[in-house]
């Protein structure tokens, strides 16, 4: 990318990561366009596309929307399941193949996707929010094969749990609170944004067609361990009021 910046498009802008993210492109010098629910049904391809053609050449795409929802498979609607892999997945190829031909003329530009550290590392009950995320990285990196030769870098951007207003609605427990500050420091909006304004920069240079994970090293810690007397007197936490026996 060019040392100045143009046009980025971010999409979910409304929400915490997304806006936090705009706020931070807008501060580097980029002009910011974000497309919210509001603006567009980034599902619909014809919306898309009158989006895209109405914005001219993007030198940046970051697509933060999403949603998270989740049950066991058997649980899971054929419904429920379209619509989380279209607000995560669908979204994220529509802006991008919209996004591509203006990338394509002009020789550059970045195309960031925010996935998360549930496409790989997995909590019970969200079998399509992590189909939709894991999907997220592997679709990124296709982008890069195929798009490097015209001077288009791709990178998904991973966070673990990163404290939003949607996030703390579904961690409300105390106790479930220090527990994910044992393995991770609760991360913030502007973390992210933090390192999707390197990947947009032209320092990033060489920064195509990766993961960068964002969970303050949670998911390098085996989850299990940390409900065991053993590990967690040997990583130095508290023993759980009900710990599990440790294993023979």
């Keep these: ?128 929010y992590a189909a939709a995320k894991a999907g997220l990285a592997a679709f990124t990196r296709q982008l890069a094969v195929d798009y490097g030769r015209h001077g288009i870098r791709a990178v998904t951007i991973s966070p673990g749990w990163v404290r939003t207003p949607d996030t703390m609605t579904r961690v409300t427990d105390p106790a479930d609170l220090a527990r994910l500050g044992e393995t991770q420091h609760p991360g913030e909006p502007a973390d992210v944004a933090a390192a999707v304004a390197f990947a947009v920069s032209s320092g990033a240079a060489l920064l195509t067609g990766t993961e960068i994970v964002l969970d303050g090293g949670a998911t390098a810690v085996q989850a299990a361990a940390l409900l065991r007397p053993g590990p967690r007197a040997r990583l130095g936490l508290p023993p759980l009021t009900e710990a599990p026996p440790e294993e023979s």
């Excluded at 970051?62 to 498979?73: F, I, K, L």
């Excluded at 996707?113 to 969200?126: D, E, N, Q, W």
């Design 1 to 128: 990318m060019p040392d100045t910046p143009g046009l980025a498009v971010v999409t979910g802008a409304a929400g915490g990561i997304g806006s936090a993210v705009a706020a931070r492109l807008r501060a580097d010098g980029w002009q910011v366009a974000g497309l919210d629910r509001a603006d567009a049904d980034l599902t619909d391809e014809t919306a898309v596309a009158a989006a895209f053609r109405d914005l001219g050449t993007v030198g940046a795409l970051v697509t933060c929307a999403g949603v998270t929802a989740g049950a066991p498979a058997h649980e899971t609607s054929l419904a429920d399941w379209r619509a989380v892999l279209d607000a995560n997945l669908t979204s994220a190829f529509l802006c991008a193949k919209h996004a591509l031909p203006g990338m394509m003329a002009a020789g550059r530009g970045v195309i960031v996707t925010i996935g998360s550290v549930h496409g790989r590392a997995f909590a019970p009950g969200y079998p399509a």
